[in-house]
């Protein structure tokens, strides 16, 4: 009987000690697969979020990730890739003794072969972007992927990257178009892989024409367009995919960091920048506007960019198609991200690049790939088209910075200017005014002009003094202290240009040496109203005779209207 109590107290024992530990062990256990929806929507107040693989501080509130990202477990593999032999698709295409590892894709294909397809990746975003949520209900995207010979190493690893760092419920399918590269199995092969789709065109078509192939044949309501040579990084899916289903029109992109050409290492690129570009359509990354800067008070929040980098974004389908896809007489390379940019903006949609979607990218010095018509001649006919469709009478400033596209061919274009007519865009000069008003029209030829209020004309007193008084003589009669130059952003009389005294509503306006660099002499037309850059506020006359002030901009209001006669 002893015997039986012992042996039962022995069994009670082990049995709490075992169940002791299966509790400890379940609460450290990751809560769900990394790329479950679940796990990425979980509610900030609901407790600290375990994301397994990522290395974690935790400092007073704040979560700081570490490392992410790790590559995922054997049992886990075996679902990513289906049938697919990773080992003998890039077996098939080694580099022999010798080569030159630069030579057929214009960076280091030895380093990338040897890094495998599955490497861990710094989580370059912001400590803030990892206790942000999502809908539970985000609709699913089709990834397209168009490649004209693409190192196989690099292709895989962009398929890779997307399957392990992005929730399985969002990726539709991934469809490559393979434009006509030399092997057709490099895509081929590459379909045994689940939700992978390809399709091959016959002959050589370009970028531009094979994502259009790729996304009128996608069955999600979203668009994802990746390069064939990317790295997407933790979460990048989700806040693009939301900022779509929050407003159809936005078209959004990541923050690209950058994979470096020579040894691969992913580096973090900064995210204050956005896309912009000069009158040549050179593309440029430039520091986001200091007013916008100092207004943002959460990194997190999206920025609006002029256009995009053109590769790496998400839109929805409906919106791609309705506002005419992609001019599809663009060949191979370049121009049609500016294309898009213009059409988006003047058609009623915006851009924006999102901090918390970090995507890398092989950035290259040179193109691997031929191109049929010259490089030089395919750049010129693609801009040269965007120019004409979309950009007005600025196009003349792209002809200055370019001299060379005078004359050259570009086709026709009646069918895209019946789509800007059809969509009932907004001109060019309304995306300079309201996008990306820090783009510089070239210094024009000094023209006198007199700037009229009514019957009466603003002439300069004394020193600096300023105010209305009748006009006075006709042409080449008319005296000096009413005749202006406006050049942008200046109002000058000889030497002395236009300021304002203080920064302030009432601050009276007055006459001083011209500076292109001061802040006080930089004015711009707003309609008839002259509007001060930095302060906002425009010219006002106050009462006729009254010294002129600056004011609430009210561009209906006589007493801010000034209209330049140019003297003849
Ligand atoms: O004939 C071709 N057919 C193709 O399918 C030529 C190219 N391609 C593919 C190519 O394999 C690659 O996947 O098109 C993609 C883009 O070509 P890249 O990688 O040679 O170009 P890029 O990275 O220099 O190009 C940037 O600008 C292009 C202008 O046409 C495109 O918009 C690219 O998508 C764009 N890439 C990015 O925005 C990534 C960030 C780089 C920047 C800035
Ligand atoms: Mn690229």
């Given at each position: 009987?002893?015997?039986?109590?012992?042996?039962?107290?022995?069994?009670?024992?082990?049995?709490?000690i075992?169940?002791?530990?299966?509790?400890?062990?379940?609460?450290?256990?990751?809560?769900?697969?990394?790329?479950?929806s679940?796990?990425?929507?979980?509610?900030?107040?609901?407790?600290?979020?375990?994301?397994?693989?990522?290395?974690?501080i935790?400092?007073?509130?704040?979560?700081?990730?570490?490392?992410?990202?790790?590559?995922?477990?054997?049992?886990?593999?075996?679902?990513?890739?289906?049938?697919?032999?990773?080992?003998?698709?890039?077996?098939?295409?080694?580099?022999?003794?010798?080569?030159?590892?630069?030579?057929?894709?214009?960076?280091?294909?030895?380093?990338?072969?040897?890094?495998?397809?599955e490497?861990?990746?710094?989580?370059?975003?912001?400590?803030?972007?990892?206790?942000?949520?999502?809908?539970?209900?985000?609709?699913?995207?089709?990834?397209?992927?168009?490649?004209?010979?693409?190192?196989?190493?690099?292709?895989?690893?962009?398929?890779?990257?997307?399957?392990m760092?992005?929730?399985?419920?969002?990726?539709?399918e991934?469809?490559l178009?393979?434009?006509?590269?030399?092997?057709?199995?490099?895509?081929?092969?590459?379909?045994?892989?689940?939700?992978?789709?390809?399709?091959?065109?016959?002959?050589?078509?370009?970028?531009?024409?094979?994502?259009?192939?790729?996304?009128?044949?996608?069955?999600a309501?979203?668009?994802?367009?990746?390069?064939?040579?990317?790295?997407?990084?933790?979460?990048?899916?989700?806040?693009?995919?939301?900022?779509?289903?929050?407003?159809?029109?936005?078209?959004?992109?990541?923050?690209?960091?950058?994979?470096?050409?020579?040894?691969?290492?992913?580096?973090?690129?900064?995210?204050d920048?956005?896309?912009?570009?000069?009158?040549?359509?050179?593309?440029?990354?430039?520091?986001?506007?200091?007013?916008?800067?100092?207004?943002?008070?959460?990194?997190?929040?999206?920025?609006?960019?002029p256009?995009?980098?053109?590769?790496?974004?998400?839109?929805?389908?409906?919106?791609?198609?309705?506002?005419?896809?992609?001019d599809?007489?663009?060949?191979?390379?370049?121009?049609?991200?500016?294309?898009?940019?213009?059409?988006?903006?003047?058609?009623?949609?915006?851009?924006?690049?999102?901090?918390?979607?970090?995507?890398?990218?092989?950035?290259r010095?040179?193109?691997p790939?031929?191109?049929?018509?010259?490089?030089?001649?395919?750049?010129?006919?693609?801009?040269?088209?965007?120019?004409?469709?979309?950009m007005?009478?600025?196009?003349?400033?792209?002809?200055?910075?370019?001299?060379?596209?005078?004359?050259?061919?570009?086709?026709?274009?009646?069918?895209?200017?019946?789509l800007?007519?059809?969509?009932?865009?907004?001109?060019?000069?309304?995306?300079?005014?309201?996008?990306?008003?820090?783009?510089?029209?070239?210094?024009?030829?000094?023209?006198?002009?007199?700037?009229?209020?009514?019957?009466?004309?603003?002439?300069?007193?004394?020193?600096?003094?300023?105010?209305?008084?009748?006009?006075?003589?006709?042409?080449a009669?008319?005296?000096?202290?009413?005749?202006?130059?406006?050049?942008?952003?200046?109002?000058?009389?000889?030497?002395?240009?236009?300021?304002?005294?203080?920064?302030?509503?009432?601050?009276?306006?007055?006459?001083?040496?011209?500076?292109?660099?001061?802040?006080?002499?930089?004015?711009?037309?707003?309609?008839?109203?002259?509007?001060?850059?930095?302060?906002?506020?425009?010219?006002?006359?106050?009462?006729?005779?009254?010294?002129?002030?600056?004011?609430?901009?009210?561009?209906?209001?006589?007493?801010?209207?000034?209209?330049?006669?140019?003297?003849?």
């Amino acid at each position: 009987m002893r015997r039986i109590r012992a042996n039962a107290i022995a069994i009670l024992t082990v049995a709490w000690i075992l169940g002791t530990f299966y509790y400890l062990w379940q609460d450290n256990k990751p809560q769900s697969s990394p790329s479950s929806s679940a796990s990425q929507t979980r509610g900030r107040g609901h407790g600290q979020k375990v994301i397994p693989g990522r290395l974690e501080i935790h400092r007073d509130d704040r979560t700081i990730p570490l490392i992410v990202t790790q590559p995922p477990r054997a049992e886990q593999q075996g679902q990513l890739l289906g049938s697919f032999d990773e080992k003998a698709y890039l077996a098939a295409k080694q580099l022999k003794p010798g080569d030159d590892p630069y030579k057929d894709h214009a960076f280091n294909l030895q380093e990338s072969d040897r890094l495998g397809s599955e490497r861990a990746i710094r989580d370059t975003r912001h400590y803030r972007c990892a206790a942000l949520t999502y809908d539970t209900d985000l609709p699913s995207t089709s990834i397209v992927i168009t490649f004209h010979n693409e190192a196989r190493s690099t292709l895989l690893r962009t398929i890779k990257s997307v399957l392990m760092r992005s929730p399985p419920s969002l990726i539709q399918e991934i469809i490559l178009i393979d434009d006509f590269s030399s092997d057709p199995e490099d895509c081929q092969l590459l379909t045994q892989i689940p939700k992978v789709r390809c399709l091959r065109n016959g002959r050589r078509e370009g970028l531009i024409r094979s994502r259009v192939r790729g996304a009128n044949t996608a069955s999600a309501s979203i668009l994802t367009f990746l390069d064939s040579h990317c790295e997407v990084n933790t979460d990048w899916l989700q806040p693009m995919i939301q900022r779509v289903k929050e407003d159809h029109t936005r078209v959004v992109s990541p923050i690209i960091d950058v994979i470096s050409l020579d040894n691969f290492a992913y580096l973090a690129a900064s995210a204050d920048l956005r896309g912009g570009f000069d009158w040549s359509l050179h593309f440029k990354w430039e520091q986001i506007p200091i007013e916008q800067k100092m207004a943002r008070s959460d990194p997190t929040q999206a920025i609006r960019t002029p256009v995009i980098a053109g590769g790496i974004f998400v839109m929805d389908r409906s919106w791609f198609n309705h506002l005419g896809q992609y001019d599809t007489h663009m060949d191979i390379w370049g121009g049609e991200n500016f294309e898009l940019s213009f059409r988006v903006w003047l058609c009623g949609g915006s851009l924006e690049i999102l901090p918390c979607s970090r995507v890398g990218h092989v950035f290259r010095k040179r193109h691997p790939y031929d191109f049929p018509e010259g490089n030089a001649l395919t750049y010129i006919k693609n801009t040269r088209r965007a120019a004409e469709v979309w950009m007005d009478e600025y196009k003349q400033y792209y002809y200055s910075a370019r001299p060379s596209a005078q004359g050259k061919a570009f086709g026709s274009i009646t069918d895209r200017l019946a789509l800007r007519r059809k969509l009932n865009c907004k001109p060019f000069r309304w995306y300079m005014e309201n996008v990306y008003p820090e783009l510089r029209v070239p210094e024009q030829e000094a023209v006198s002009s007199v700037l009229k209020q009514g019957g009466l004309c603003l002439e300069t007193r004394g020193t600096d003094g300023l105010g209305l008084a009748e006009c006075r003589g006709l042409g080449a009669n008319r005296p000096q202290s009413q005749r202006w130059e406006l050049i942008e952003p200046l109002i000058r009389q000889q030497d002395l240009c236009l300021a304002i005294s203080a920064f302030t509503a009432g601050s009276k306006v007055k006459m001083e040496p011209c500076n292109t660099k001061e802040p006080r002499q930089k004015w711009k037309p707003k309609g008839t109203a002259l509007q001060h850059m930095v302060s906002g506020l425009c010219l006002d006359s106050q009462t006729p005779m009254g010294p002129p002030v600056i004011l609430q901009c009210r561009p209906q209001m006589a007493s801010q209207s000034w209209e330049p006669q140019v003297i003849t």
